[in-house]
């Protein structure tokens, strides 16, 4: 998911027209380390991926799932540190059929897990 998003940050960059020095000072960090964090050897935490998508008046999910169609609505997360969130509604459409999707995953996973240890535990008993 984060592997590539370095290449959506340059777009947006691109596509908006602001420099990476811009960038910097508007997430107030150094030009040096939005340089790093766009070279795609860098992994970038959750709470920098909001500040960016906050600087570049985008949401995160266009960020993180690829969406190229960029809307201009400001979609702020976690304001203030009140872990508040304030998303449009096809956002949250979008979001909650994601969460699905790796749920669904994850129980699978589980299930699969559940059954491969029962299997090891009759196996040790017999």
Same mark, same amino acid.
């Given at each position: 998911?984060?592997?590539?998003?370095? @290449?959506?940050?340059?777009? !947006? $960059? /691109?596509?908006?027209? *602001?420099?990476?020095?811009?960038? #910097?000072?508007? +997430?107030?960090?150094?030009?040096?380390?939005?340089?790093?964090? @766009?070279?795609?050897?860098? !992994? $970038? /935490?959750?709470?920098? *991926?909001?500040?960016?998508?906050? #600087?570049?008046? +985008?949401?995160?999910?266009?960020?993180?799932?690829?969406?190229?169609?960029?809307?201009?609505?400001?979609?702020?997360?976690?304001?203030?540190?009140?872990?508040?969130?304030?998303?449009?509604?096809?956002?949250?459409?979008?979001?909650?059929?994601?969460?699905?999707?790796?749920?669904?995953?994850?129980?699978?996973?589980?299930?699969?897990?559940?059954?491969?240890?029962?299997?090891?535990?009759?196996?040790?008993?017999?």
């Amino acid at each position: 998911m984060h592997d590539k998003i370095h @290449l959506k940050i340059l777009e !947006v $960059l /691109k596509q908006k027209r *602001i420099t990476q020095k811009e960038l #910097a000072k508007k +997430i107030k960090s150094k030009p040096s380390s939005v340089s790093r964090m @766009l070279s795609g050897n860098y !992994v $970038l /935490k959750l709470d920098t *991926i909001q500040k960016i998508a906050k #600087a570049l008046n +985008i949401s995160a999910e266009d960020l993180l799932n690829g969406n190229k169609n960029f809307s201009d609505v400001n979609v702020s997360f976690f304001n203030s540190g009140k872990n508040q969130q304030s998303i449009n509604k096809n956002s949250l459409t979008e979001t909650v059929e994601i969460l699905k999707e790796k749920l669904k995953v994850k129980d699978e996973k589980i299930k699969f897990l559940e059954e491969k240890i029962k299997f090891l535990e009759n196996k040790k008993r017999g």
